[in-house]
């Protein structure tokens, strides 16, 4: 016998209240993916080690989890398999593996599980919900521009009340340095601090590109001319100056006309210092910042040739993640107290009445509510109610003795203690007509629908 | 770089016509399951290795997939966590933990993956979706009942076009061993060869009953009993003989009343042959059979004891599974053919109209349809046009230079060849109208639906 019963170090259980809540946003992810003709891809939760091994560096490597050989191999300690550990390798596999059955080019989204075995922590899982979407095929802006649009408009119906899309260029900064006279053979060290501009004041930026070995003259305006009021402006002179950094703006701007045509222009915007971790990215990169969470909420970019370096063939793609376990955890306040277990409750006033009470739940869920008979022992009235009431029920339906002989059913209001009598035959229609008024009282949400769809 | 690039043996990748058919039958089963008020759980795809093991007896311990400790103890070759064998064992688990949290009953379900190292065959894998529904805490007979109605309603809502419950009881069962006076030492025995019935043939049956140590008389009354014509009428009067059989009868009696005001009476009998070979079961069980599938899509029972010898509290409990992956199966043909990748696809007729290509899919998109931009690298209208017809697209906006001289969108049926001119600011509407009007066509399923919903 196990003495600890809660779930492993770094996993959760999701009972129902919080579960519908994150499958209503899933719900909605499927649905706008699915409308910009996305389609869904599900790989298994396992590949064999060697497809995982080495594509996320030493660091990467340490925190899959690896699953032990079976049979006689268990004794040799050996692993053949591990646990998905993103969704852009099994996406790098299945490319390869159904190539011809695909289309061209593909655009798939997926939503699932990913394992890493990091130190757990509060708001840091080791079984986490990814959200991934990408065009694979394609080196057309006009796929970055849709990833975009479909990441924003996601994002909005999500409910995410103020975001804005950050929007930059791998071009784009690759110009940027040549302006600034960097050396090329710093420039991966120095976009890395760049990118800490956020949580560095500018001095302290300047003192760390000094030290990874930039000119202190450069380093100084390299800084302020990302940091100044006009940065935007003085950028994008500096990137007309050299043609990567030409390239790399009309990219940019490509992307967000696009995107302008279906997104606010204050949601997506040109952010020159944004540099996103990754070095696999290739051309426009973009990342979703809202009010009040720091880091990115969403981000991605396009990567041509990742796909090949994965296993894949050689194939141009685009696309990004959605961080839904941060989306989630800013959604979640007030899940659990509007969450409703019953939309309609049965009491069952004795052996002989349980059958006309089992009937009764039966012609409520045909009038679509969540309904359910008492599966208690207590054959009193109270006892029932207060079972009606902890399952946060609207209706309560009595069917004892008196109701059995004039052929009726007692509708008792759970909100306001109001009773009613109906004739049985009448019951279902009453049902959905109480149902569909309640729908819109501030009390709770519709009946039969997850708490916060949508 | 792997040199196999087909998922790990016994899993499959899901493509998306058929992730969709799965999502579409999922959610059916959520539906019904949600009416009855089951409410969704959802644990981690892997336990402690200390809660799984010697749960499912020898065999079972050796089909579990281990995780190998990770850091500095992966040396060591030993597992300490493993993944998801079946959904009854963190159920428990979740019983321990989350009580005070949880309703009484509990009424839970829960669709996800399991994992089991058996050797993978046709039709059989190591990641299956297994899909389960049980109340916990109540011992009330209408508990079994609703589990039953529940589950032949969602066999029926999944399209099984011919299928029946057959119903028994634990209790009979012994009754039934008392009646025929086989020695309690050998009754387990017995049962497991009577339930051989399906398979052999009487005289089969009689003869491995009496290896198993029964009087040959007794064997032949008894396999007599359960194969006559009349044989249900015969076990009943069996049964009647002593107390155990009758409380058993009367079990089945009252399962079977109560759920024939919900299921046809010819979907739900009693079949006293029927013995599950789950030794756990205390109470009533059951088992869905259906024409044209030999084995089952459902069974269950109830199992009082069966939560406290996983390590939870001692509590009552009735549920069971529902075979998802053989019902799939069941449906799959045509799938594939029926599904559509586009409801509406949009050329590009160059750069400098690519800014109101994308447009017009947004537009298409706010009338519900799945839609999509051309994003190759032709600027030919054949080229664009064979992409549309490729992806199954109802209909193709073209947008050239002559549209945009005029204002207007050509919208071409892509099944009659029949082309439209609509004035831009009218695309909307008259994209609504015709994707309503083609909804009802034999040409495929609803626009921006899964196709097999339902």
Redo the contacts between chains.
């Keep these: ?2 003495v ?5 170090s770094g ?6 209240a919080e ?2 809540a994150r ?1 209503a946003a899933f719900g909605t992810v499927r649905e706008v993916f ?4 996305f ?10 080690l ?2 995982l091994m080495g594509k996320y560096g030493d660091e990467g490597d ?2 899959i ?4 050989r ?2 006689e191999h ?1 004794a ?4 053949d ?1 591990a ?1 998905r550990y993103d969704m852009t390798v099994p996406l790098a ?2 490319v ?3 190539g011809s ?5 593909y ?2 989204y997926t939503i699932g ?1 990913v ?1 890493r ?1 990091d130190r757990p922590g509060k708001d840091r899982y080791r ?1 986490i919900t990814q959200c991934d979407l990408d ?1 694979v095929g ?3 802006l ?2 970055d ?2 990833v975009a ?1 479909a990441v924003c408009e996601t994002v909005a119906a999500l409910g995410v009340p103020s975001f804005t899309m950050l929007v930059n260029s791998r071009l784009a900064l690759s110009g940027l340095l040549r302006a600034f006279g960097v050396p090329g053979g710093i420039g991966g060290d120095v976009l890395i601090t760049l990118d800490k501009l956020d949580k560095l004041s500018p001095a302290e930026v300047i003192k760390e590109l000094a030290g990874r070995g930039l000119a202190l003259d450069k380093a100084e305006s390299l800084v302020d001319a990302l940091t100044a009021p006009d940065a935007t402006e003085r950028v994008r002179a500096a990137l007309r100056s050299n043609d990567e950094g030409a390239a790399g703006l009309a990219e940019i701007d490509t992307v967000i ?2 995107a302008r ?2 997104i606010p222009a204050e949601r997506i915007v040109f952010m020159p210092r944004m540099v996103r971790g990754l070095s696999y990215y290739t051309g426009p990169i973009w990342e979703v910042t809202a009010a009040g969470i720091s880091g990115s909420i969403a981000g991605g970019g396009r990567y041509d040739h990742l796909i090949e370096s994965l ?1 894949g063939p050689d194939v141009p793609a685009t696309g990004g993640s959605l961080g839904v376990e941060r989306i989630l955890a800013l959604r979640s306040g007030g899940t659990a107290a509007s969450w409703r ?2 939309d309609v409750a049965v009491t ?1 006033m004795g052996d002989e009445l ?2 006309a009470s ?2 009764l739940a ?1 012609v409520a ?1 045909a009038a ?6 008492y ?3 207590s054959a009193k009235l109270g006892r029932q109610l207060k079972w009606a009431s ?2 946060g029920a609207r209706f309560c339906l009595i069917y004892g003795r008196a109701e059995q002989a004039e052929g009726r059913v007692t509708i008792r209001d759970m909100v306001t203690g109001e009773q009613i009598e109906v004739l049985a035959g009448e019951l279902g229609a009453r049902l959905s007509r109480l149902l569909a008024e309640r729908q819109g009282d501030a009390a709770g949400p519709a009946p ?1 629908r997850p708490p916060s769809a949508g």
């Design positions: 016998m196990p600890r019963f809660d779930p492993p996993t959760r259980d999701f009972l129902a579960l519908e499958e699915g409308r910009y003709a389609e869904p891809l599900q790989t298994p939760a396992f590949e064999r060697d497809v340490k925190l989890f690896k699953i032990l079976r049979g268990e040799s300690g050996e692993a398999l646990l596999r299945v390869a593996a159904h059955q695909l289309p061209t080019p655009k798939r599980p394992w075995a079984e065009t394609s080196s057309s006009l796929a521009a849709e649009c006309s696009l045509g279906q296993g277990r019953l069952v349980a059958a089992f009937g039966a869920r679509g509510a969540r309904a359910s008979v599966l208690g022992s902890d399952s039969g």
